[in-house]
């Protein structure tokens, strides 16, 4: 069966499906031009990126996390969403996906216009403060101060803020985790997308859908454990979802 067709099988199973999610990685964020900066191959893998998102320092010094991350992450804005993250918002638009978990923080998919995204890993979406209990500062409001060389600061204590990104010896966020699971276990239909699936509690997602009887489709360029459990298996985000994207104008 050639790519083209199992592109057509994938878009009906979309259609078909009760209660699809979709599962997102780095490798959807690496279209945009963003880079797997935590990863392995991550920009500042030399520079030592778990000092820059680690707690214990940042309580000490936040201004290595403001100086490496300004142009990364607060200058995203710059960064256009890419055929994915679109493909992604019109098919929530249209009914057809239920809700998006992702790992990345890079707010594309709410950028892109997505409505119900679960960062299982946090994002930079509001600042707060680590001695005040109740101060948030948006993301758009945060990044003014970050462009301009400074670094955002609590309007009642004056300690600088802490991004809603979960640093490495922080908790992931209870709340989205608890979502993110229990739209798992309701999912009939699965997209793993740009995620190698060995970080964990994002590589137990797929399985809590399996074990309800879902069904899982990979997009990934690497292999990954789940790819025998996968219904239909692609490598090519762009390939996929730009005939996702042709099938879904041409309805
Ligand atoms: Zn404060």
Known sequence: ?????????????????????ALTGAGVSTLSGIRDFRGKNGLYSEMDAEKVFDISYFEKDPSLYYE???????????KAPSVVHNVLAELEKRGFLKALITQNIDLLH?????????EIHGSPKYHYCLSCSGIRMPFEEAAVVVRRGEMPRCPKCARVLKPAI????????????REAVSESQESDLMLILGTSLTVYPAASMPQYTLRQGGEIVIVNNMSTPMDDMASLHFEDLSEVFEGLKNLMEAD
């Open 166 to 177: 979960t640093f490495f010896g922080e908790a992931l966020p209870a709340a989205a985790l």
């Open 110 to 118: 709410s950028k892109a216009g997505s409505v119900n995204v679960i």
């Open 68 to 78: 490496v991350s300004s142009s990364l992450i607060y200058d995203a804005d710059e």
């Open 1 to 21: 069966m050639s790519g083209s067709e199992n592109i057509k099988k994938l878009y009906e199973k979309i259609r078909q499906a009760k209660h699809c999610t």
